[in-house]
């Protein structure tokens, strides 16, 4: 069964940073695409970052101030998130497609960032 636990998440000051962690189990974790999607307020969930063992993407609002990596050997993902701005409060998930149909859509329970002076 696949499980996502995120965590990490706060309030912090505009300029701030933060790191968020998504610990997975229940899957060959190395061999999958791990993302980050955030959702604001009155918003739908966006895509923030994907890391595969290729290398990282990164959403333009984010690039340059978030780094997304991985642990393999712990089955661990994080989100390092510098420069941080209201604009990226948000709840923030994790995510792995798993396979082709909608059941294979697996989400953290996400973890809450605030942005605020």
């Known amino acids: 069964q696949v499980q996502l636990v995120d965590s990490g998440g706060g309030l912090v000051q505009p300029g701030g940073s933060l790191r968020l962690s998504c610990a997975a189990s229940?899957?060959?974790?190395?061999?999958?695409?791990m993302g980050w999607y955030r959702e604001a307020p009155g918003k739908g969930r966006d895509w923030v970052a994907s890391?595969?063992?290729?290398?990282?993407t990164y959403a333009d609002s984010v690039k340059d101030r978030f780094t997304i990596s991985r642990d393999n050997a712990k089955n661990m993902m994080y989100l390092e998130m510098k420069s941080l701005k209201s604009e990226d409060t948000a709840v923030y998930y994790c995510?792995?497609?798993?396979?082709?149909?909608?059941?294979?859509?697996?989400w953290g329970q996400g973890t809450q960032v605030t942005v605020t002076s």
């Open positions: 995510n792995v497609v798993t396979g082709l149909s909608s059941r294979d859509i697996h």
């Open positions: 229940g899957f060959p974790f190395s061999r999958y695409t």
């Open positions: 890391i595969r063992n290729t290398g990282p």
